[in-house]
């Protein structure tokens, strides 16, 4: 299979877009040893061991919200506003459950906060949620006596689903995943959660990377196939920018295994951005959803104007900006059958006289078999 290594957009000029840069070390941002595994190897998940599942495959379709980067330690009524808004949509759709792409926590992913920026903000949202962690719940205080990670495993990793200290009177059961990267099975689609741990443009060792490439090799081929990864490979925004380190880590996966996915989600960037990325045949979207409720970064300019889409990124012709959305918090919806996933992004905070109400931003949808995007 022939893939793209073309892995680094040099730092151009002021006002020029910088998708992919080489992240700066940061001395302060230091690689965190995993906690071991709760569950035996592969660390897969059956959603049918969650919900039950026959109601979504006699419907031929299973829906679900994705979303990044809802942590605060400021405030959080942003975080309550994107949540409203997906209960709304909850009340509209048949949402099988919540996929969080990483920052449950913000800044240290210490137990404390968890009933403060999580159960409390989830209280009503009435749908299971899964999680891979962001670089925010691995990190670990100076002087902290707390081990990096433990309380995302207390919370989303439990060997049994009874409610932690952590979630206080919030009656939501821990989740019950078998590790911190880990695969979720569920009726038409599969999806691979990395984690990419704490040092800025995230770090992914090789014994994780050998079970990606294992996970890619064996998935299955009738079904849609997601990568979830908190530290983005494209982002035009003015914070972070995207990581080389995770494009080098995914596209050598791709190569090795000889199976590319259909579409990457990930977080860290706190705004939408949709990228599509043209792959030895495919057109595969790359998505930011990070804009959960933290403080959202905007985006670069482009000769000092604000970015026009469709945009193709600087010295790559394989990929190009899509859509994107920087002034407004909100979340994806994710619809997807044996033949398509079509995908939603909704700004969340508008009210209806039923209650609160989104506004979709922007779709795509995906031919599962031609591996093309429709229209």
Not at 122 to 132: C, L, N, V
Not at 168 to 183: A, C, E, F, K, L
Not at 323 to 340: N, Q
Request: glycine share 6%; net charge negative.
């Amino acid at each position: 299979m022939k893939t793209d290594m073309a892995l680094f957009v040099p730092r151009l000029g002021k006002d020029k877009i910088k998708a992919v840069v080489k992240p700066t070390p940061n001395k302060n941002e230091k690689f965190y040893d995993l906690p071991k595994p709760i569950g035996p190897p592969p660390y897969h998940l059956n959603l049918s061991r969650i919900i039950p599942v026959d109601k979504i495959v006699k419907s031929g379709e299973i829906s679900f919200h994705i979303l990044g980067d809802t942590g605060s330690t400021k405030t959080l009524d942003t975080t309550h506003m994107v949540e409203n808004a997906m209960e709304y949509d909850f009340g509209k759709h048949d949402i099988s459950f919540l996929f969080h792409v990483g920052d449950v926590i913000y800044n240290f992913g210490k137990a404390d906060d968890y009933y403060s920026e999580f159960y409390e903000p989830y209280a009503h949202y009435p749908a299971p949620i899964f999680a891979i962690p962001g670089n925010k719940d691995g990190d670990c205080k100076l002087g902290s006596n707390e081990k990096s990670l433990a309380a995302f495993v207390t919370n989303f990793c439990a060997k049994e689903q009874e409610v932690t200290v952590d979630a206080g009177d919030i009656n939501r059961w821990p989740m019950i995943q078998p590790n911190v990267y880990w695969t979720l099975e569920a009726p038409f689609v599969t999806i691979i959660g990395l984690y990419s741990n704490v040092p800025d443009g995230g770090v992914i060792k090789q014994d994780q990377l050998d079970w990606f490439k294992q996970e890619l090799a064996n998935a299955p081929k009738d079904k849609a196939l997601i990568i979830a990864v908190h530290h983005t490979t494209f982002s035009a925004d003015d914070e972070h920018s995207g990581s080389d380190v995770m494009l080098n880590v995914l596209d050598k996966a791709f190569a090795q295994s000889h199976r590319l996915p259909d579409a990457i989600f990930s977080g860290h960037v706190h705004n939408y951005q949709r990228f599509t990325r043209e792959l030895d045949g495919h057109e595969i979207p790359y998505l930011v959803v990070g804009s959960g409720g933290h403080k959202l970064h905007k985006m670069q300019k482009n000769d000092n104007v604000i970015i026009k889409i469709p945009f193709k990124l600087p010295d790559r012709d394989d990929v190009t900006l899509e859509s994107y959305c920087d002034d407004r918090y909100g979340f994806m919806r994710l619809e997807i059958t044996v033949d398509k996933m079509q995908g939603k992004f909704f700004s969340a905070g508008a009210r209806h006289q039923d209650g609160f109400i989104h506004e979709k931003i922007d779709e795509f949808e995906l031919d599962l078999h031609k591996h093309k995007l429709v229209g």
